[in-house]
């Protein structure tokens, strides 16, 4: 191993330390409570080595948007890769991955729901932006196409298969989210899962024709 490709993995394992410790913050903090210096303390870094690596606490908090992000478009594009599925039987695929996603970090996709209605979009890199607009577009643009070939076929009913999509994206996010602030008044019942499947299920009615 060569000392620059040493130095990159050096540099990549010290940038996941990073946002493991991140997470852990703000998961106890919140977003608005924790700090960097939290964020390095709970590292055992300085504050300056952050800064070397996210430029601000809102670009840490995007950061770990990226892997659900990612891991979304992977299990979306799936989906839309089963070539011998109807546009039905990849819609309740689409909703099993959806369910699939949130249990992949459930803490990770709450704060992203968060950050796509916050002002903290407004304070990123252009480069973070960018590749968070890219994955999220990417992957509204695979749901879109399961809508589209249904709209197609005459099995769903004729609407725009972008508006079809986000309004899939929104009654998930939507559960997710009004779920998740339950949870704070009574920590003992957790209820998403079903709730998420009737919401889907009266979801995929709404779309057939």
């Known amino acids: ?15 996941q330390q ?12 919140g977003f608005n409570k924790a700090t960097m210096e ?3 303390q709970e590292a055992e870094l300085s504050p300056g080595t952050l800064y070397l690596y996210f430029k601000n606490k809102e670009e840490l908090y995007a950061s770990l948007s990226l892997r659900i ?11 839309n890769d089963e070539k011998d599925a109807n546009p ?30 916050s002002e ?17 577009r990417k992957s509204l643009g695979s749901i879109a196409e399961i809508f ?3 709209v197609d076929q005459g099995l769903f009913v004729d609407r725009h298969p972008v508006a079809m999509a986000d309004t899939f994206w929104a009654l998930f996010s939507g559960v997710v989210l009004w779920l998740t602030s339950k949870r704070l008044i009574n920590q003992e019942k ?11 299920e009266i979801f995929g009615r709404g779309v057939k024709k």
Request: without cysteine; charged residues 30%.
């Open 69 to 79: 992000l990612q891991y979304l478009l992977i299990r979306v594009e799936h989906v």
């Open 1 to 15: 191993m060569g000392i620059q490709e040493r130095k990159e993995r050096e540099k990549e394992r010290r940038r």
């Open 190 to 200: 957790d209820y998403l899962k079903q709730t998420l499947e009737l919401a889907f």
């Open 18 to 29: 990073i946002m493991v410790a991140a997470k852990r913050v703000f998961s106890d903090k």
């Open 148 to 150: 589209q070939t249904g």
């Open 88 to 117: 039905e039987e990849k819609l309740k695929a689409l909703m099993d991955a959806m369910y699939d996603v949130y249990e992949f970090d459930p803490l990770i996709i709450i704060n992203m729901f968060h950050l796509q209605s």
């Open 38 to 40: 939290d964020i390095a």
């Open 120 to 136: 903290t979009l407004k304070n990123l890199s252009p480069q973070l932006m960018s590749e968070i607009k890219e994955l999220s």
